[in-house]
């Protein structure tokens, strides 16, 4: 009888793990989805545009958002951590004459412009890496005065 117990508590503890690396590879998973799945710097493109509109933070997606109105229509860029413009204190207000070099990338779904540098006047700052993941406010301070547009 002892040993029949002995197995069935193996048997519990054998799939209590199984199920927890399941739920632990599913949530990579998930994570994995949130983030740009295929950004390249081989593909970006410059957008010049007026500032229509600027969110701090947005429902749809974490980080600062602005709309552009550029020669071909409206944009909405993904701009990632607001932290970034205030370490360079650079603001955006409607009207300001903006660049950004990005690329639209399949997140969540759907597609998004995210935008790896912005320039304002003479200003221009890192927000992204080379692979499309949002920069730390620390990272960005020793690489946002560099990189031309």
Request: hydrophobic fraction near 40%.
């Amino acid at each position: 009888m002892n040993r029949s117990i002995g197995w069935i508590r193996l048997a519990a503890c054998a799939a209590v793990v199984l199920v927890s690396r399941e739920a632990t590879a599913q949530q990579k998973t998930q994570n994995a989805a949130q983030l740009p799945s295929s950004y390249s710097v081989s593909r970006e493109v410059s957008v010049q545009g007026a500032v229509v509109s600027f969110a701090e933070n947005s429902a749809a997606a974490s980080g600062a958002r602005v709309t552009l109105q550029t020669s071909s229509g409206p944009l909405e860029v993904h701009l990632g951590n607001l932290r970034l413009l205030e370490a360079d204190h650079l603001t955006l207000s409607q009207g300001d004459s903006i660049r950004v070099v990005g690329e639209n990338v399949a997140v969540n779904g759907g597609t998004e412009f995210l935008a790896r540098l912005l320039q304002k006047g003479n200003q221009t700052i890192s927000l992204r890496s080379t692979r499309g993941f949002p920069l730390r406010p620390m990272a960005a301070r020793g690489e946002s005065k560099a990189g031309a547009l």
